[in-house]
């Protein structure tokens, strides 16, 4: 029987399955601690999980003119992400067709083409290689131009959200996402929608689930660990973060889902926008909402929150990712964004509401990073493989689902770690697959 981190390097791949098979155990709410401090486990991880599912890399509206492009990672991996003269956006593998090097090693800009800094192959931002310095005199007619086009990377989108995918046999982006659709739909379709500014990043020393696990399911840490928010007077009371839904979908995702909400916390004048681009449960949804906290699995969260500025309720939208870089490393990537269609000063309200709240220098980004640092060192002990230490995921497991206007499983408070579960559980899914 395994007794340390060190037997589960020396064990075969299989018998790594069998032993997370055996020790993970998501729907009686057993978690292991060394699931988030485990360098084989984060390896399989890498492979099992990274390299199959869709993994976003962007939003459409960070290369909005012909000719933008940007540069991504897809698990690791440098992506050119391009939009060309009909609009259409194309990822390309980062490397170039002759000898390997990296293309492109801007973060974004606007170019037609690129020109390899090694030996000065020039491709189009559709892929096709068009210029070879020389060529005629070096290679004479050997050389077919058509052959040596960029490699394309699989890249699909839902409503300006772009995911890309090493998988060749992913199912389409759509039928991963289900149902969740619906409450993405308000978060990033409720209206046609812009980032602002460049991405913020910022590296926080944690294993990368504890960011998806925070914001998938886990309102009941919002109480104390962000308490001195309700001390300020920034939010009603301590337990505000207990009203509302908590609701998961097949796939790993969930959400919570804060409600009711006296005040409309969004611009008014988009009213009728909002009502063209949801169903009308959809509207009422956004209409009552307080704050909406979610996770795409794998990693990528987002968040609807409100924050008194200047007297006035408002609201401000992010998405973010959790970006792997280790087993106790992570990149936090957030993109905050708005309706394209609101007033400038409303924009800017919100932009100081976000900054205020979640950002590297907001109030409850510091109190999260914390805590996520925390565990993860704990994690790395030998203590967690000596004493076979579990995590407690046993919360709301006594509570039965309740009907929900929109799909999917739904409990009628935050306070249950039921879409913590259910993330654990695809996780355990594609990891022993
Ligand atoms: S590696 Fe790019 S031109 Fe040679
Ligand atoms: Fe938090």
């Not at 029987?1 to 020790?23: I, P, R």
């Not at 104390?224 to 097949?250: C, D, W």
């Not at 959400?255 to 926008?273: V, Y």
């Amino acid at each position: 029987m395994l007794k340390t981190d060190q037997s589960l390097k020396e064990m075969s791949k299989d018998q790594v399955v069998n032993y997370l098979n055996e020790s993970v155990k998501p729907e009686e709410g057993v978690i292991p601690a060394y699931l988030l401090g485990n360098q084989t486990v984060y390896d399989l991880e890498h492979e099992k999980v990274f390299l199959k599912t869709w993994i976003f890399v962007g939003h459409e509206s960070e290369i909005p003119n012909t000719g933008d492009f940007m540069t991504r990672e897809l698990s690791g991996y440098s992506l050119i992400i391009t939009r060309d003269k009909e609009g259409e956006i194309r990822a390309f593998y980062n490397m170039c067709t002759h000898r390997g090097m990296k293309l492109c090693r801007a973060d974004k800009g606007n170019k037609s083409f690129f020109t390899c800094p090694y030996h000065g192959y020039n491709f189009k931002n559709t892929g096709e290689l068009v210029g070879v310095p020389l060529q005629k005199d070096i290679y004479g007619e050997n050389l077919d131009r058509s052959e040596m086009g960029l490699h394309q990377v699989k890249l699909q989108s839902y409503k300006g959200l772009i995911f890309g995918t090493w998988n060749q046999d992913a199912e389409p982006l759509e039928e991963f996402l289900g149902d969740f659709k619906w409450y993405l739909d308000i978060v990033v379709g409720r209206a046609e929608m812009e980032v602002i500014g460049a991405p913020q990043r910022f590296i926080v020393n944690s294993n990368w689930k504890i960011g998806s696990d925070n914001f998938v399911g886990d309102s009941y840490h919002t109480m104390v660990t962000h308490g001195s928010i309700a001390k300020l007077g920034m939010v009603p009371n301590a337990t505000y973060s207990k009203r509302g839904f908590q609701i998961h979908t097949e796939n790993g995702h969930g959400l919570n889902l804060g409600t009711p909400n006296p005040d409309f916390a969004f611009p008014e004048e988009l009213i009728d926008e909002y009502k063209n681009n949801l169903s009308e449960e959809q509207f009422e949804v956004l209409s009552n909402l307080k704050n909406m906290i979610g996770n795409v699995f794998p990693n990528l969260s987002f968040l609807i929150s409100h924050t008194k500025i200047k007297g006035k309720l408002i609201s401000n939208t992010s998405i973010r990712m959790w970006r792997p870089l280790g087993v106790n490393k992570m990149e936090v990537i957030a993109w905050m964004l708005v309706e394209k269609n609101a007033h400038k000063e409303w924009k800017d309200r919100s932009r100081d509401s976000f900054i205020l709240t979640f950002s590297p220098s907001g109030i409850f980004e510091q109190d999260d990073t914390e805590v996520f640092t925390d565990i993860t060192e704990a994690a790395q002990g030998p203590m967690p493989f000596q004493k076979k230490l579990n995590y407690n995921y046993t919360m709301g497991l006594h509570r039965e689902p309740v009907e929900f206007i929109g799909p999917g499983v739904a409990y009628n408070d935050k306070f249950t770690e039921a879409a913590q579960r259910n993330f654990y559980k695809y996780w355990l899914e594609l990891m022993t697959k």
